[in-house]
């Protein structure tokens, strides 16, 4: 037996729903069956789905997406048809992740760990890092990073990491050298104001984090891209459409964006208008 639900209508080009689901079950005494109506018919509306990040000082970014009443059917692991197209998503989420925490943290100074010797083992290149930020927090407990690993031509390891603020820097060499023996130690901020520096990183260490998704070796390891400090609160938030903005949800995210950092930059729509991501930079 079936029973129809009015059609729900909450975000812009959603088709009608469809009919609620109906399961049947006997009362347990040998009786008719009682209809029961499945909960996640009531779940499973279609709507928009919207975030905001907001990092202060101008900083901040809007993301939307139409999320339908049937979701696709998950497959196995690797056993997807659009297995590229998979990962160059993962890279995209990755990037959006490292861009996150970045901003959340101020990061503005590039420090990078270098060997003397030609590093090609990836797994001891892991170790040697884990043992190098254990030392740091022996002096500086809540010393904050974002590490990403790059291989040069000749095969070797190094590390990028953005940090926060100014860095001692003998000390952060003494922690290297007792661990690598040999090696050295850089630290620089790029060029620019606070927040040109902080995008700069995020252009930085976004290429090289793409760059390891296309190393075999990482690839092979299942290897995490990039390393971070633990317990970096990113200030995210989900905000209702309002009911007068359902025909209108492109207009809303930028009056949002424009009201929380002043400005709207770069801005991607996909071409049915049912995904999208806009910043306050350029």
């Known amino acids: 037996m079936e029973s129809k639900k009015e059609p729900s209508a909450t975000a812009v080009g959603m088709q009608d729903a469809s009919p609620a689901r109906i399961a049947e079950r006997t009362d347990g005494r040998g009786g008719a069956a009682v209809p029961r109506l499945e909960k996640r018919t009531l779940l499973n509306e279609a709507h ?27 497959v196995g692991k690797g056993e997807s048809d659009f297995r590229d197209l998979n990962e160059q998503r993962a890279v995209r989420r990755a990037r959006s992740r490292l861009r996150k925490l970045i901003l959340t943290t101020k990061a503005d100074h590039l420090l990078t760990l270098t060997y003397r010797s030609n590093q090609e083992d990836f797994t001891q290149a892991s170790s040697d890092l884990t043992k190098f930020i254990r030392r740091v927090r022996q002096h500086h407990p809540k010393w904050l990073f974002i590490a990403v690993a790059e291989r ?22 003494a922690c290297w050298h007792k661990v690598v023996g040999e090696g050295n130690i850089d630290v620089s901020a790029p060029r620019g104001n606070e927040m040109q520096r ?4 995020v252009a930085y260490l976004g290429k090289y ?12 390891l299942n290897a995490r891209r990039f390393r971070s400090s633990l317990g970096i609160a990113v200030p995210f938030e989900t ?13 809303f995210m930028f009056k949002y964006l424009k009201q929380t ?22």
Request: charged fraction near 25%; hydrophobic fraction near 40%; include cysteine.
């Open 239 to 251: 905000i209702d459409l309002p009911e007068e903005y359902r025909l209108d949800v492109i207009q």
């Open 209 to 220: 984090l793409a760059k390891g998704f296309d190393d075999s070796e990482t690839r092979r």
């Open 198 to 201: 902080q995008l700069r990183l």
């Open 261 to 282: 950092a002043g400005n709207v930059g770069f801005v991607w729509r996909s071409k049915d208008d049912r995904a999208g991501w806009a910043c306050s930079w350029s």
């Open 48 to 74: 928009y789905r919207v975030s905001l990040t907001d990092y202060g000082n101008g900083l901040a970014e809007i993301g939307w997406s139409f999320v339908p009443v049937l979701r696709p059917i998950a």
């Open 152 to 173: 040069q031509k000749r095969g070797a390891w190094h590390w990028h990491l953005a940090v926060p603020g100014r860095q001692d820097v003998n000390l952060l060499r």
